[in-house]
């Protein structure tokens, strides 16, 4: 059976070879996310489907280029949630906290984070204060009665300043990188979108 299997895979990989095929990765709403040129050396059939396949690649570098990720759509939904409510656990509009609440603004966006602060702060790119651009992710340890390393994230939104579910007092709020308790607390910060 795996014989039958792998013969027709590679029958049918020679009739459908074009010169220059386009493997394409779609999210479930058929967004394209990611795409490759396979260069083959023989040209047999369907010739006519380079014009499509052409197509194809040119909207993937489009959306390369742009970052299908648009960083001020993040952080203008990050702003309306302003002064929302803090809830221990929570990831969702009626209360967040603070990892929830950057999970959730980058679902908005088709970025899939880990639940936790110290579980998102293991993903991207790693950065300096210097090299901070809007939308990455900034990681502190406020809490060392936790025993680990991160316990809490917000989003760095330009000028010194970024945003975060801080506490059930406070609520979701702005707060100043350099200017605020936060400074001392700081670890790193993460990359997630270029």
Not at 47 to 56: A, P
Not at 67 to 75: A, D, L, P, Q, V
């Amino acid at each position: 059976m795996k014989k039958i299997i792998l013969l027709t895979i590679i029958i049918n990989s020679m009739l459908f070879a074009t010169h220059k095929n386009i493997f394409i990765i779609k999210n479930q709403d058929g967004t394209i996310v990611k795409g490759k040129r396979i260069k083959h050396t023989k040209n047999r059939f369907f010739n006519d489907s380079i014009k499509k396949q052409k197509k194809l690649l040119a909207q993937l570098k489009k959306v390369n280029s742009k970052g299908r990720y648009n960083k001020n759509r993040i952080i203008k939904n990050a702003k309306h949630y302003l002064g929302g409510k803090y809830v221990w656990g929570g990831t969702q509009p009626k209360g967040f906290d603070c990892s929830g609440y950057v999970k959730y603004l980058y679902a908005q966006q088709g970025v899939q984070l880990p639940r936790t602060a110290y579980a998102q702060s293991k993903v991207g790119l790693d950065v300096t204060k210097k090299e901070l651009k809007k939308g990455d992710l900034l990681f502190f340890l406020t809490d060392k009665k936790r025993h680990i390393p991160i316990t809490h994230v917000g989003m760095y939104i330009g000028n010194d300043k970024f945003i975060h579910a801080a506490s059930s007092k406070k609520g979701i709020i702005i707060s100043s990188l350099s200017k605020s308790k936060y400074n001392r607390y700081f670890v790193k910060a993460k990359r997630i979108i270029k």
